[in-house]
């Protein structure tokens, strides 16, 4: 029987929480390939959605994810087929990693995507899509989303729309007609409480918030490569932020993730070794080029080409390193939604001091993957 005592737990005295990170973990080529054949020769699923979302060993339901809060889904489509629209309030990244396809996207306007092996795109949450294979091999997409984070928020809204839906060009519906117009924001009471800041606003403020546009953004290989180096020593930048303006500065390629493209062309310098940095935010990273290692909080992992890691879970002191044949990743990290929540944290030298990027003067002297600001 639930009682007021047995709600109460007391932490009087209690010591400082401390992180408690998930192991890092790496998934193969080999192993997401057999999964993209397992998926493709089962038989269609009524959705049409031939996914396997991949979860790490030390991941508890509700938010079962490949990073607490993350999920990595392998999404399969045979030639000809198409997924059942839907729509829902987790956001997503979408990275082709064989074939070729395209996703429609209701955003104001109808968004076509057509995805190439390497490409990036997002779907903003709750506008409508539907994945098309309209090429003649499998496609497959890592699928990258905060479902999970949702989920264990008990707060992942989901809809199936109906059968033979497809995104339309949507034309300016008028405001509601049942609420008077005088109550929005901007006839709203607003009054300053002392004069540090604080105010007092009414609660228009709370349900007629200022709009961002949050639109399905492209991000196609071939034009992302031309912006980073191009041969060893041309001086070009090995590492791009895929930055979508809805994320404002917390320069994301959602609400939630950043991500960036890592090149470093064959016979690039390699790092010396030494001691890594750690942040929050964790970071994935999905390697299509070159071999080399990461050493995360004692442990080795070696990768090369095709190779998924869970490379820096929170707070882990992680660096990585790249062979001869130099270095191609993409790497999502849960970073813009730590900014918003003014959690980034960020120690870049282990010795050093411990920042709250976003809050405070934060690390500068980036332009590589950790080559210079290290
Ligand atoms: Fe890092």
Redesign the pocket.
């Given at each position: 029987m639930t009682t007021f005592q047995n709600l109460m737990l007391d932490v009087s005295g209690a010591a400082a929480p401390a992180p408690a990170p998930w192991r890092p973990i790496k998934i193969t080529r080999a192993e997401i390939d057999a999964e993209i054949d397992r998926l493709s020769a089962a038989p269609a699923p009524a959705n049409g959605r031939r996914a396997s979302r991949i979860v790490h060993p030390s991941a508890v339901a509700p938010g079962l994810g490949f990073a607490p809060g993350v999920s990595v889904t392998i999404e399969v489509l045979d030639p000809g087929e198409r997924t059942a629209p839907m729509r829902e309030n987790a956001h997503r990244v979408e990275i082709g990693i064989r074939g070729s396809g395209r996703i429609s996207v209701q955003g104001r306007d109808v968004r076509e995507i057509d995805l190439a092996r390497l490409d990036v795109a997002n779907i903003p949450a709750m506008q409508g899509f539907v994945f098309r294979n309209t090429g003649d091999e499998v496609w497959a997409r890592l699928s990258y989303s905060n479902a999970p984070l949702l989920e264990k928020l008990t707060a992942h809204y989901a809809e199936d729309l109906p059968e033979g839906w497809e995104p339309r060009r949507r034309t300016a519906g008028p405001r509601s007609t049942e609420a008077p117009a005088a109550y929005t924001r901007g006839t709203a009471p607003d009054h300053a409480i002392g004069t540090d800041g604080a105010r007092l606003r009414g609660y228009e403020f709370l349900v007629d918030i200022e709009v961002v546009e949050s639109l399905a953004l492209h991000w196609p290989w071939e034009e992302v490569r031309r912006h980073l180096s191009r041969t060893a020593g041309d001086g070009g930048r090995t590492i791009m932020a895929l930055y979508n303006p809805a994320t404002r500065r917390r320069q994301g390629a959602t609400h939630n993730f950043f991500v960036t493209a890592s090149y470093l062309p064959p016979g690039s310098g390699q790092r010396p070794r030494g001691r890594g940095?750690k942040?929050t935010s964790v970071?994935i990273n999905y390697h299509f080029a070159g071999h080399g290692e990461s050493e995360v909080d004692g442990e080795t992992l070696t990768w090369e080409e095709g190779d998924l890691l869970l490379s820096?879970p929170s707070w882990l002191e992680?660096a990585h390193y790249q062979g001869a044949e130099g270095l191609g990743a993409f790497t999502v990290q849960d970073h813009p939604l730590h900014i918003g929540m003014e959690s980034l944290v960020w120690q870049e030298e282990m010795d050093g001091p411990v920042l709250t990027l976003g809050s405070e003067d934060g690390q500068t002297g980036y332009v590589g993957p950790r080559e210079a600001g290290s």
């Open positions: 940095h942040h970071a820096a992680h």
